[in-house]
């Protein structure tokens, strides 16, 4: 088993890894950190939106949660309450 990194860096490069190869629940955690200005990355909420589509679109749940929040209450997209509770 891999260690857990101790520092942004590697964490950033390990999770990429994992979202290369097209792993869901990583995407998703990109989108989060994204959003949140989290591991060094600087702020990006439409990067976060995009991440977290492509992350639904492969099956993760917390993807879907993240995105309907997003559109229910209008953070980074136009509010949609419909599109947010469905």
């Known amino acids: 088993r891999?260690?857990?990194?101790?520092?942004?860096?590697?964490?950033?490069?390990?999770?990429?890894?994992?979202?290369?190869k097209g792993d869901a629940v990583a995407i998703s955690?990109?989108?989060?950190?994204?959003?949140?200005?989290g591991l060094g990355l600087t702020m990006d909420v439409h990067r976060a939106i995009e991440l977290w589509t492509e992350a639904a679109e492969l099956g993760s749940e917390d993807?879907?949660?993240s995105?309907?929040?997003r559109h229910y209450y209008g953070e980074g997209v136009e509010e949609d309450k419909p599109r947010g509770i469905r």
Request: hydrophobic content about 30%; some cysteine.
């Open 63 to 65: 993807a879907h949660n």
């Open 29 to 37: 955690y990109l989108g989060l950190k994204y959003y949140c200005g």
């Open 67 to 69: 995105l309907g929040i």
């Open 2 to 20: 891999t260690p857990h990194p101790s520092d942004d860096a590697s964490q950033l490069a390990m999770v990429q890894k994992r979202v290369d």
